[in-house]
């Protein structure tokens, strides 16, 4: 089975003279640190995504080891022009103070790429650290795609993806990972938090912490207004549509951008005011006044 899984976030750096050695296992020449510019990359992770699915811890460290090593490019296409980066250590980083929508700790794939400080990179290091370049997706194939609810081959079962069963979501859980093919830099993630890392720090040329701190305020903003939208959506989705599934209308709603959500509220409020058309009150008024023979004296 062969999969795609994007996410969205990341860390950029100078490198390291601590990771020089780990980074020369890859180059033909011995590199300098003047000559490689690094970044983390959060690849994939343990919680149930846009699709629906998610890879198990087991399945992380897996990929942890295939990914060593393998190259990144853009939009999973598979050409040798766009070879930009590859990927020298990853790590599974745990965080069991927040839980996925599986009930879980979550955890997430961590790994480092280096890339050269050539003039063809330059332009491609400063979309890194403007946040331009910032999603990523990892390709991959798996063993075995389980369904969280009866255990058995996901899409065999008479589960649903997305639907809820006796309180549980059903999604696919991935697992035994056979083989990692590269990662991109992808526009839409299916995973919402993969990609390239921040570190908050101040280096030269770079922004301080504190604009750090302003940009991450302006980001929460963001997602709030996203999240506030995809309610309103969802809202005058189940007015237009009774017999809608809202779970999975939610799901889909996930996966689009504002200005899909924007096009989309604007046709489904046409839609609901259709429906439900509004009464002005002077009408109302009037009708009354007819009824009693006193239109004369409305104003």
């Given at each position: 089975m062969?999969v795609?899984k994007e996410?969205?976030?990341?860390a950029?750096c100078a490198?390291?003279?601590?990771?020089?050695e780990?980074?020369?296992?890859f180059?033909?020449?011995?590199l300098?640190?003047?000559?490689v510019y690094?970044?983390?990359?959060r690849?994939c992770?343990?919680?149930?995504?846009?699709?629906?699915e998610?890879?198990d811890?087991q399945?992380?460290r897996d990929?942890?080891k295939?990914f060593l090593?393998k190259?990144g490019i853009?939009?999973h296409?598979?050409?040798a022009?766009g070879?930009?980066?590859?990927?020298?250590?990853?790590e599974v980083?745990?965080e069991?103070?927040?839980?996925?929508k599986a009930g879980?700790?979550?955890c997430?794939?961590?790994?480092w790429?280096?890339l050269?400080?050539?003039e063809k990179?330059?332009d491609?290091?400063a979309?890194?650290e403007g946040?331009?370049k910032?999603?990523?997706?990892?390709?991959c194939?798996?063993?075995?795609?389980?369904?969280?609810i009866?255990g058995g081959e996901?899409?065999?079962?008479?589960?649903?993806r997305?639907r809820?069963?006796g309180?549980?979501?059903?999604?696919a859980?991935?697992?035994e990972?056979t083989?990692a093919?590269?990662?991109?830099?992808v526009a839409v993630?299916a995973?919402p938090k993969?990609?390239?890392?921040?570190?908050?720090?101040?280096h030269?040329?770079g922004?301080?912490?504190?604009?750090w701190?302003?940009l991450?305020k302006?980001?929460?903003?963001?997602?709030s207004?996203?999240?506030?939208?995809?309610k309103?959506?969802l809202?005058l989705?189940?007015?237009a549509?009774e017999?809608l599934?809202?779970t999975?209308f939610?799901?889909?709603a996930?996966?689009?951008?504002?200005g899909?959500?924007?096009?989309?509220?604007?046709s489904l409020?046409s839609?609901v005011?259709?429906?439900?058309?509004?009464?002005?009150?002077l009408?109302?008024?009037?009708s009354?006044?007819?009824?009693?023979?006193e239109?004369?004296?409305?104003?």
């Amino acid at each position: 089975m062969e999969v795609k899984k994007e996410r969205d976030g990341g860390a950029v750096c100078a490198a390291a003279d601590g990771e020089l050695e780990e980074i020369n296992r890859f180059a033909k020449a011995e590199l300098t640190a003047e000559q490689v510019y690094t970044f983390a990359v959060r690849l994939c992770d343990n919680e149930v995504d846009r699709d629906f699915e998610r890879f198990d811890e087991q399945a992380l460290r897996d990929l942890g080891k295939l990914f060593l090593g393998k190259t990144g490019i853009f939009d999973h296409r598979w050409s040798a022009e766009g070879q930009t980066a590859r990927i020298y250590r990853t790590e599974v980083v745990q965080e069991p103070e927040t839980r996925t929508k599986a009930g879980d700790g979550y955890c997430y794939l961590k790994g480092w790429a280096y890339l050269l400080c050539s003039e063809k990179n330059k332009d491609l290091i400063a979309e890194i650290e403007g946040g331009i370049k910032k999603e990523v997706s990892v390709g991959c194939s798996v063993k075995k795609s389980v369904c969280s609810i009866c255990g058995g081959e996901s899409g065999t079962c008479e589960h649903v993806r997305g639907r809820t069963y006796g309180g549980r979501l059903c999604f696919a859980e991935l697992r035994e990972p056979t083989d990692a093919y590269e990662w991109s830099f992808v526009a839409v993630p299916a995973q919402p938090k993969a990609g390239v890392m921040k570190q908050f720090f101040a280096h030269q040329g770079g922004p301080s912490r504190g604009e750090w701190d302003l940009l991450q305020k302006q980001a929460e903003l963001g997602r709030s207004y996203l999240a506030a939208l995809r309610k309103e959506v969802l809202r005058l989705a189940l007015l237009a549509d009774e017999d809608l599934d809202g779970t999975l209308f939610a799901g889909m709603a996930e996966k689009l951008e504002e200005g899909e959500l924007l096009e989309l509220k604007r046709s489904l409020e046409s839609r609901v005011n259709r429906l439900f058309p509004l009464q002005p009150q002077l009408k109302q008024m009037e009708s009354k006044a007819d009824e009693n023979g006193e239109s004369a004296f409305l104003i």
